[in-house]
């Protein structure tokens, strides 16, 4: 385990692709950071189209995160980006930000897209200091609570001049 005093950026990590025998070990942390987590069908889904899927390792070996992105066309889009509950705060979005936009240059893409829960204000102080602009809102596009609906954020990030 990663010490909490030890910064980010004095731990050595790795990305590993995600694969289906990762999800044991990756549901568990989807269901604690998520009031209306994915499941284990979505990203057999989202492994099968192709998407791109990287884990954030540790030196041992533990899971610190991991992403899920689509491209299409010239841009890419950021469906699911997720720090450990127990290692949030350490600076590990803004590493798998920073893979996930050069992963995305490499591919020529010219923008980052991406939606977050109107009530997510970390992720999005998060992604604003990464760049990211608020651009619209989608009405009701996240379950919530009771069986209400909660907007989302849609925000983007400019990869080329």
């Known amino acids: 385990m990663i010490p909490a005093?030890?910064?980010?950026?004095?731990?050595?990590?790795r990305f590993a692709p995600l694969t289906v025998a990762w999800l044991d070990t990756l549901l568990p942390i989807e269901q604690q950071a998520y009031s209306h987590p994915w499941t284990r069908g979505n990203f057999i889904d989202a492994l099968a189209a192709g998407y791109e899927a990287q884990l954030l390792l540790d030196a041992d070996d533990q899971l610190l995160g991991y992403f899920v992105a689509?491209?299409?066309?010239?841009?890419?889009?950021?469906l699911n980006?997720?720090?450990a509950p127990a290692h949030q705060g350490r600076g590990w979005a803004r590493v798998m930000l920073d893979a996930l936009a050069l992963w995305s240059r490499q591919?020529?893409?010219l923008w980052l897209w991406l939606e977050v829960r109107a009530s997510n204000a970390r992720a999005r102080a998060i992604y604003e200091r990464h760049g990211y602009q608020?651009?619209?809102?989608?009405?009701n596009y996240y379950p919530a609570a009771d069986g209400q609906r909660e907007h989302a954020?849609?925000?983007?990030?400019k990869l080329w001049p």
């Open 134 to 139: 608020r651009i619209a809102e989608r009405k």
């Open 70 to 78: 689509m491209t299409v066309l010239d841009e890419v889009h950021l």
């Open 81 to 83: 980006l997720t720090v």
């Open 153 to 157: 954020i849609i925000m983007s990030l």
């Open 107 to 109: 591919r020529q893409a």
């Open 5 to 13: 005093s030890l910064p980010a950026r004095e731990t050595a990590v």
